[in-house]
Antibody, heavy 116, light 104 residues
Framework: EVQLLESGGGLVQPGGSLRLSCAASESTFSSYAMNWVRQGPGKGLEWVSGIVISGGSTNYADSVKGRFTISRDNAKNTLYLQMTSLRAEDTAVYYC?????????WGQGTMVTVSS | YELTQPPSVSVSPGQTASITCSGDKLGDKYVCWYQQKPGQSPILVIYQDTKRPLGIPERFSGSNSGNTATLTISGTQAMDEADYYCQAWDSSRVFGGGTKLTVL
């Protein structure tokens, strides 16, 4: 089964930018739609963004629309999330998630902290 | 679109736990359920209302009708203590607020 490993999290100031990456362990990555899901400290799950297998269609939660951009490189088995104009409320663990009929495969998450 | 779950549910070991998820005409959508233990990533336990992924014990089952979906855990074990989230499988991909299941 494909495994997902996120990276790129860290501490960033409000208004700053960060790029998250998610590397898949095998080429079956290209058979999954992919998503980012986040979880604020002590809070529930929030879907952030999704991208279809080909990369030709993306969608976003209203809370991040216009600030975050999802993309994928199937040749590199890698998913990305470019985050700009970051706010304190974006502080969360960000999970990379592969989906077919559900959110089938989850990474271990990477922490993003937005603070001055 | 919003999904509503009870914040907490308690059950005795060996008994049946039921966790509900409510939303407008939820029965018209597929529902998924995820289990998350402290410090771990969520895992899928039910998809398409009633289906169990490989490796998920038979004691986990799901139903969905009208405005309510239900996750049922029969013969609940201590290892089932976790947070459970429902999700409507539509374009919104929205999650419920989560239910903390306590086995005591």
């Amino acid at each position: 089964e494909v495994q997902l490993l996120e990276s790129g999290g860290g501490l960033v100031q409000p208004g700053g930018s960060l790029r998250l990456s998610c590397a898949a362990s095998e080429s079956t990555f290209s058979s999954y739609a992919m998503n980012w899901v986040r979880q604020g400290p002590g809070k529930g799950l929030e879907w952030v963004s999704g991208i279809v297998i080909s990369g030709g269609s993306t969608n976003y939660a209203d809370s991040v629309k216009g600030r975050f951009t999802i993309s994928r490189d199937n040749a590199k088995n890698t998913l990305y999330l470019q985050m700009t104009s970051l706010r304190a409320e974006d502080t969360a663990v960000y999970y990379c998630v592969g989906s077919n009929d559900a959110f089938d495969i989850w990474g271990q998450g990477t922490m993003v902290t937005v603070s001055s | 679109y919003e999904l509503t779950q009870p914040p907490s549910v308690s059950v005795s070991p060996g008994q049946t736990a039921s966790i509900t998820c409510s939303g407008d005409k939820l029965g018209d959508k597929y529902v998924c359920w995820y289990q998350q233990k402290p410090g771990q990533s969520p895992i899928l336990v039910i998809y398409q209302d009633t289906k169990r992924p490989l490796g998920i014990p038979e004691r986990f089952s799901g139903s969905n009708s009208g405005n309510t979906a239900t996750l049922t855990i029969s013969g609940t074990q201590a290892m089932d203590e976790a947070d459970y989230y429902c999700q409507a499988w539509d374009s919104s991909r929205v999650f419920g607020g989560g239910t903390k299941l306590t086995v005591l």
